[in-house]
């Protein structure tokens, strides 16, 4: 058995019922890094052997974990914060487990995306998730690509590069409302609203620090 457990995105209040009881429950955790998931783990005072899934190691470890699943242990995905897979690793493991016939359950829970949405104020009936945007090659491509799209688009952003973006938002979508989240559900959580040019004329005075969320209105929809 394999569970995909979504984890908090920042207040670790947010942890819900059943991922704490599958937590106890598995034989070992799968995690990006071991240091962020140790925390969690010591405030449910829960001690579990921890095996690290990430960009750099997924192929390899692949095998290794599949095994144990497969001699009989159930095992916990999780990743730093939210959902697994969503842009976070995973997916090879999961396609991987699928195709040994293991057992593959949902525990749902925290999203940034989702989150982020349910709050912004914007179109939520029909939305695109892309995630990271690619750092160098094809960024501008797409970018010009989303521009067109008629839906709400939801992006996430590091600290190192958010004044890029809403500089790039201000290039390509300069007419489409837009909302930012940062560090939600932490103690400094902030939404930010309004058009590309406001948002950039604003930059001096604005937090830069900490995860975004970046929320695009659709072409067609004109803030009230």
């Known amino acids: 058995m394999l569970y995909v457990v979504a984890t908090p995105i920042g207040n670790l209040n947010d942890i819900t019922f059943r991922a704490v009881e599958i937590l106890k429950e598995v034989d070992f955790i799968v995690c990006e890094d071991t240091r962020i998931t140790s925390r969690l783990l010591q405030k449910l005072g829960i001690k579990k052997e921890l095996l690290t899934l990430n960009a750099r190691n997924e192929e390899s470890r692949i095998k290794l974990i599949l095994n144990k699943i497969l001699s009989g242990h159930k095992c916990a995905l999780v990743s730093d914060a939210g959902t697994p897979c969503i842009s976070d690793p995973g997916v090879r493991l999961i396609n991987a487990s699928h195709k040994n016939n293991i057992t593959v ?91 590309p040019p406001e948002l950039v004329k604003g930059l001096a005075d604005m937090n830069l620090k900490g995860e975004f969320v970046v929320c695009i209105a659709p072409v067609s929809w004109q803030q009230l």
């Not at 525990?107 to 695109?128: Q, Y």
């Not at 160098?136 to 952003?157: A, F, H, N, V």
């Open 105 to 195: 359950s949902s525990v749902p829970g925290p999203n940034a995306a989702i989150a982020a949405l349910s709050i912004a104020g914007i179109p939520t009936d029909s939305f695109l998730f892309e995630g990271f945007l690619p750092q160098k090659k094809g960024r501008q491509k797409l970018l010009k690509e989303l521009s067109l799209t008629d839906k709400t688009i939801i992006l996430y952003e590091s600290t190192y590069r958010i004044e890029k973006l809403l500089n790039e938002l201000n290039e390509f979508m300069q007419d489409r409302f837009v909302v930012i989240c940062r560090e939600l559900t932490k103690m400094y959580e902030e939404i930010v609203r309004g058009y």
